[in-house]
């Protein structure tokens, strides 16, 4: 943090009143304006991260059988995250964060520890910090030979300041405890702690909402069981609740289950996605609803809550292409064909599928309804994920290459995009005239539509040599630099597993 406050210091931009800061901070070079920020969030990160040790630290001095002499209630708080709000002046879930990343750094080296395996992390009611979990019993009482928590990783990587505190939580709280189900505890562990470090390895290029949806992801991926579980008890919340408020104004909460809220994303989606990005490269049936779209004068709210009442008032007796146009909505799900077979003793399929857009795990239940609905389209790909090529007799990729694509890329493939692959464009990695690129998926990659006119436009090229990774180039980068784009999907792991150190990933 020293160091940091030092290299601050040393702008003379910034070395100014308060007051002169806006006029002051607006002659810095773009240069220095890139690395002020930098230094600022790292600085930020350092400051969140001591923040969260110390809350962990009031926490544990405010233990509920402490009661009245702990830290929080001599302070007169009822909870030691009320005790951190009211110092802190932020929100009610910054301090509870706060607490739960403070509490899962102490472990009993620290004094703070406490004896026995530490609670799941999604029951509210339990503690939540790490502690050394014992062998075996007998171990547990001799308190010798103690073995490191699975969620390790997570401890270290925030300590040395590879996570931040928001991605650390994001990555606890999405993967959960290691479930067993009468397998052998240590392997569960293992494969949790292995999956830890795979989503701290990939958190610098993920934002933490997309890192908790991963980590939820892989959490169901490693327990299908729980999957189908954790599925049913989100389809048991739903509901659907109008009134009217003083001013006659009728208003609606809805909470959706996972299927039916793929289902509405993509309804909705479908009306405004010429407004939102959508692909340029459309059949010229097409082009006039979409040109109509973008010069309608209603908010993109106000063309989705018409839909809705459209959708509604037509039910089963219009024909989709009356209600939605060109483009129909629908949930595309991509399952790993290897991994469909086994079943519960109900008959469940124990399998995990992802929605097409977004990567959003769903259970075998729903993977089985889909297939008996609609039937499946099988995509083989190589170690890499490519699949097959299909030469050079047109112009445009396939709407079936365009599917392969969607399974290898999962969304735009540009450094911390997150536009799905339904809103995305198939690039050319070399230029279809200039270059003689082919139509073929290892030589295409998905781009949304601001990415593929900016590398365009601007001088950004994406180039790959034989079967190697895809690599971005900034204009002027020199051949050897530049930044590998990795696929978004969250199922990739299927051709792209962990290093030959982490084998035992797959079999858990």
Same mark, same amino acid.
């Given at each position: 943090m020293r160091e940091r406050l030092e290299s601050l210091a040393r702008v003379v931009e910034l070395s100014v009143a308060?007051?002169?800061?806006?006029?002051?901070?607006s002659r810095?070079?773009?240069?220095?304006?890139?690395?002020g920020l930098r230094d600022l969030a790292a600085l930020a990160n350092d400051v969140a991260r001591l923040q969260s040790v110390l809350a962990g630290v009031a926490a544990h001095r405010s233990r509920r059988e402490d009661g009245h002499s702990g830290l929080a209630a001599t302070q007169g708080h009822a909870t030691p995250a009320a005790l951190v709000q009211a110092i802190t002046g932020g929100t009610r879930a910054?301090? /509870?964060? /706060?607490?739960?990343?403070? /509490?899962?750094?102490?472990?009993?080296d620290s004094g703070c520890g406490a004896p026995g395996r530490s609670a799941g992390i999604d029951d509210p009611a339990a503690g939540d910090h790490p502690t050394m979990v014992p062998e075996s019993d007998h171990e547990s009482t001799s308190g010798s030979s103690l073995r490191t928590p699975w969620h390790d990783p997570l401890r270290r990587a925030l300590l040395e300041g590879r996570i931040t505190t928001a991605q650390h939580d994001a990555i606890r709280r999405g993967l959960g405890a290691p479930t067993t189900d009468g397998a052998d505890a240590l392997a569960a562990e293992g494969a949790w702690s292995v999956a830890a470090e795979m989503l701290v390895d990939e958190a610098a290029g993920t934002t933490v909402e997309d890192l908790a949806a991963r980590a939820r992801t892989m959490r169901d991926m490693l327990d299908p069981a729980g999957a189908e579980e954790r599925f049913a008890r989100r389809y048991d919340a739903r509901s659907w609740r109008t009134w009217i408020d003083e001013n006659g104004q009728h208003h609606a909460r809805v909470v959706f289950d996972d299927e039916a809220a793929l289902w509405v994303r993509s309804l909705?989606?479908?009306?405004?996605?010429?407004?939102?990005?959508?692909?340029?490269?459309?059949?010229?049936?097409?082009q006039t609803p979409s040109a109509a779209l973008r010069d309608d004068p209603r908010t993109n709210e106000q063309i989705e809550y018409d839909l809705i009442i459209d959708v509604l008032r037509a039910g089963s007796l219009a024909q989709a292409s009356d209600v939605f146009g060109a483009r129909q909505p629908g949930v595309r799900m991509v399952v790993v064909k290897d991994l469909v077979g086994p079943r519960d003793p109900f008959g469940r399929l124990l399998a995990v599928g992802h929605a097409e857009d977004g990567?959003?795990?769903?259970?075998?239940?729903?993977?089985?309804?889909?297939?008996?609905?609609?039937?499946?389209?099988?995509?083989?790909?190589?170690?890499?994920?490519?699949?097959? +090529? @299909?030469?050079?007799e047109q112009r445009l990729f396939t709407p079936k290459q365009r599917?392969?694509?969607?399974?290898?890329?999962?969304?735009? @493939?540009?450094?911390?995009c997150r536009q799905p692959a339904s809103y995305c464009e198939a690039h050319?990695? +070399?230029?279809?005239?200039?270059?003689?690129?082919?139509?073929?998926?290892?030589?295409?990659?998905?781009?949304?539509?601001?990415?593929?006119?900016?590398?365009?436009?601007?001088?950004?090229?994406i180039e790959r040599f034989g079967s190697g990774p895809l690599m971005l180039r900034a204009p002027g980068d020199p051949r050897g630099g530049g930044t590998v784009l990795t696929s978004k999907a969250t199922w990739r792991w299927a051709w792209d597993?962990?290093?030959? +150190?982490?084998?035992?990933?797959?079999?858990?």
């Amino acid at each position: 943090m020293r160091e940091r406050l030092e290299s601050l210091a040393r702008v003379v931009e910034l070395s100014v009143a308060a007051h002169d800061l806006p006029a002051s901070t607006s002659r810095l070079s773009d240069a220095s304006l890139i690395a002020g920020l930098r230094d600022l969030a790292a600085l930020a990160n350092d400051v969140a991260r001591l923040q969260s040790v110390l809350a962990g630290v009031a926490a544990h001095r405010s233990r509920r059988e402490d009661g009245h002499s702990g830290l929080a209630a001599t302070q007169g708080h009822a909870t030691p995250a009320a005790l951190v709000q009211a110092i802190t002046g932020g929100t009610r879930a910054e301090a /509870q964060r /706060q607490v739960r990343v403070g /509490q899962a750094l102490l472990d009993d080296d620290s004094g703070c520890g406490a004896p026995g395996r530490s609670a799941g992390i999604d029951d509210p009611a339990a503690g939540d910090h790490p502690t050394m979990v014992p062998e075996s019993d007998h171990e547990s009482t001799s308190g010798s030979s103690l073995r490191t928590p699975w969620h390790d990783p997570l401890r270290r990587a925030l300590l040395e300041g590879r996570i931040t505190t928001a991605q650390h939580d994001a990555i606890r709280r999405g993967l959960g405890a290691p479930t067993t189900d009468g397998a052998d505890a240590l392997a569960a562990e293992g494969a949790w702690s292995v999956a830890a470090e795979m989503l701290v390895d990939e958190a610098a290029g993920t934002t933490v909402e997309d890192l908790a949806a991963r980590a939820r992801t892989m959490r169901d991926m490693l327990d299908p069981a729980g999957a189908e579980e954790r599925f049913a008890r989100r389809y048991d919340a739903r509901s659907w609740r109008t009134w009217i408020d003083e001013n006659g104004q009728h208003h609606a909460r809805v909470v959706f289950d996972d299927e039916a809220a793929l289902w509405v994303r993509s309804l909705l989606a479908s009306a405004v996605r010429p407004r939102r990005g959508g692909p340029r490269f459309v059949t010229e049936e097409e082009q006039t609803p979409s040109a109509a779209l973008r010069d309608d004068p209603r908010t993109n709210e106000q063309i989705e809550y018409d839909l809705i009442i459209d959708v509604l008032r037509a039910g089963s007796l219009a024909q989709a292409s009356d209600v939605f146009g060109a483009r129909q909505p629908g949930v595309r799900m991509v399952v790993v064909k290897d991994l469909v077979g086994p079943r519960d003793p109900f008959g469940r399929l124990l399998a995990v599928g992802h929605a097409e857009d977004g990567g959003q795990s769903l259970p075998g239940t729903v993977i089985d309804r889909a297939l008996c609905m609609h039937g499946s389209t099988e995509v083989t790909v190589d170690g890499r994920g490519n699949p097959l +090529d @299909v030469g050079r007799e047109q112009r445009l990729f396939t709407p079936k290459q365009r599917l392969a694509l969607a399974v290898r890329d999962g969304g735009c @493939v540009w450094h911390g995009c997150r536009q799905p692959a339904s809103y995305c464009e198939a690039h050319h990695i +070399d230029h279809y005239v200039a270059d003689g690129g082919r139509t073929d998926i290892d030589r295409g990659v998905l781009l949304c539509r601001f990415h593929h006119m900016l590398l365009h436009n601007r001088g950004w090229r994406i180039e790959r040599f034989g079967s190697g990774p895809l690599m971005l180039r900034a204009p002027g980068d020199p051949r050897g630099g530049g930044t590998v784009l990795t696929s978004k999907a969250t199922w990739r792991w299927a051709w792209d597993p962990p290093p030959l +150190d982490r084998k035992g990933w797959r079999a858990a």
